[in-house]
């Protein structure tokens, strides 16, 4: 953490009376040295002068082996610079030597959370807060580390006791809004990004729009996702979650020919987006401009097979009359899908439009004979059986 700096160790018998003036002297200007250099470094390493700032570190080693001061500066460096291991290596050392530098602590930690190491990151914030168990900044990153390891509850927690020293704290409740989605619990996700977003209703910061956009997303509400999307917009107008999250909403309101807009302005900046592509593809199928879809499909699968390309392609043979085509298609894909129970239904239609009732049957059963239950197929089969379908 940037905002934290290391003190510098008072050197051992600083104030010992059997010491002599000439002692004292030279333990004065050793001690005053070492705050130079260590003042002067951290100046450096906010300027972002990396290696000017570890030559004023390394001075400091060369006048007092293991500074704390200078191994945290050492660690500061290399952690700005993304080396967490190299920084590991400095705040450790500094550790051996001064158990209970927070600095060193705090800088570990954060370095074991950047390589995903959330156990060990948890481990250290939880020693600091052993002594200091109101630190807002540590209880933050403590509960989002929690977070990211799927410990719900103690995530949450941690997340309240900090709204509870502070109501209104940002860190708190983004954290509790990423918590809620995580766990596909989207009314209270939306519920905490609001709060979020009327303390700063003026300056909306686009990630809070975006997130509430895709609770409304995920709940179906898709008119009211529409208008948070369209304000992340007019904030940044290429915003590439803004633009997903509308051509899905006007997808999900079955407005396919609006969705196609947005999901050609994503490609207006990322051309080779194979997944873009294939939904683009959907809506040109959904509007019935085949050739537009067989056009996106394929660029999609010029980049890598794509299944839902293969599928979208196989749909508009079925819907153009090409059964058999269709059929083949759909027969490949159940190979890479198996346990995907839509393939065997469009596979069973295409049979049975082609008259061929018993083959229609076969695969519905195959789908059953793998232990998987499907409401659809299940239905299909009954309908096929009873001569109703």
Not at 75 to 91: L, S, T
Not at 129 to 156: C, Q
Not at 160 to 186: C, P, Q, S, T, W
Not at 304 to 317: H, N, P
Request: hydrophobic fraction near 35%.
């Amino acid at each position: 953490m940037e905002n934290f700096s290391a003190t510098t160790a008072v050197p051992e018998n600083f104030n010992d009376p059997l010491m002599s003036h000439h002692e004292h002297s030279s333990q004065d200007s050793k001690a005053a040295e070492i705050a130079e250099l260590s003042k002067r470094g951290y100046s450096l390493l906010k300027d972002n002068r990396i290696e000017e700032a570890n030559e004023a570190f390394r001075s400091i080693l060369d006048l007092e082996e293991n500074n704390n001061y200078a191994l945290v500066g050492l660690g500061d460096a290399e952690r700005k610079q993304n080396h967490f291991r190299d920084a590991i290596k400095y705040y450790t050392q500094c550790l051996n030597y001064h158990a209970s530098n927070n600095y060193a602590l705090f800088g570990l930690a954060d370095c074991y959370k950047a390589l995903n190491q959330y156990h060990k990151a948890i481990d250290i914030w939880e020693q600091y807060l052993i002594h200091d168990d109101r630190n807002i900044t540590v209880l933050t990153r403590v509960a989002d580390a929690y977070r990211k390891i799927r410990e719900f509850k103690k995530s949450k927690q941690l997340y309240l006791r900090v709204l509870d020293m502070e109501e209104n704290n940002a860190y708190a409740l983004i954290g509790l809004g990423h918590l809620h989605y995580d766990f596909k619990e989207y009314r209270d996700a939306l519920y905490y990004w609001t709060r979020m977003l009327e303390l700063n209703e003026r300056n909306a910061d686009i990630r809070v729009l975006t997130s509430i956009g895709n609770c409304h997303r995920k709940l179906k509400t898709f008119e009211k996702g529409v208008y948070y999307f369209e304000r992340a917009l007019e904030v940044e107008p290429d915003n590439f979650y803004a633009l997903f999250g509308l051509a899905d909403c006007y997808r999900g309101m079955n407005q396919q020919f609006r969705s196609i807009e947005y999901w050609n302005k994503i490609l207006e900046k990322d051309a080779n987006n194979k997944v873009i592509l294939t939904r683009a593809g959907d809506a040109y199928r959904s509007t019935g401009d085949y050739d537009k879809a067989v056009e996106y499909y394929n660029k999609a699968l010029d980049i890598e097979f794509d299944l839902y390309a293969v599928l979208g392609l196989a749909l508009i043979s079925k819907s153009t009359g090409k059964y058999e085509d269709a059929a083949n298609s759909l027969s490949r894909l159940i190979q890479s899908d198996p346990r995907n129970y839509r393939f065997y239904i469009d596979l069973a239609d295409c049979y049975m439009k082609m008259n061929r009732r018993t083959q229609a049957i076969e695969v519905l059963e195959s789908f059953h004979r793998q232990g998987i239950r499907s409401q659809s197929v299940n239905e299909m089969l009954d309908k096929i059986l009873s001569n109703q379908y």
